[in-house]
């Protein structure tokens, strides 16, 4: 099993940066992909970021190109999103997502086993 936690969500204006932080415990050298997906009030979850644990694959959502960066600390089995040029329509529940089969990034929240229980995000205009 492997547990996933998230921090770093808040309240910023919008143009404003914040950074997302996944912590995975557990059976961690299992993971090859870990994802950042998203799920705004009313919506369905969508695919934000995700990368191959041996960082040679990352994908974006094309909301968010240049705008959002994930990177992974190896050591720490930590996960990030730099989220930059904030906008109003960024406002959501983030989740960290994370499996140990995929070998890359998948934008279908179905290909994920596991599952962190989400931080606030909130843009205000």
């Known amino acids: 099993q492997v547990q996933l936690v998230e921090s770093g969500g808040g309240l910023v204006q919008a143009g404003g940066s914040l950074r997302l932080s996944c912590a995975a415990s557990g059976r961690t050298n299992s993971l090859t992909a870990m994802a950042w997906f998203r799920q705004a009030p009313g919506k369905e979850r969508e695919f934000v970021a995700g990368?191959?644990?041996?960082?040679?694959?990352?994908d974006y959502a094309d909301p968010v190109k240049g705008r959002f960066t994930i990177s992974r600390d190896y050591a720490k089995y930590a996960v990030y999103l730099q989220m930059n040029s904030l906008k109003p329509e960024d406002t959501a529940v983030y989740y960290c997502a994370a499996d140990p089969f995929l070998g890359r990034p998948h934008k279908s929240q179905d290909e994920y086993d596991y599952w962190g229980r989400g931080t606030q995000v909130t843009v205000s205009s």
């Open positions: 990368l191959s644990w041996s960082g040679s694959r990352r």
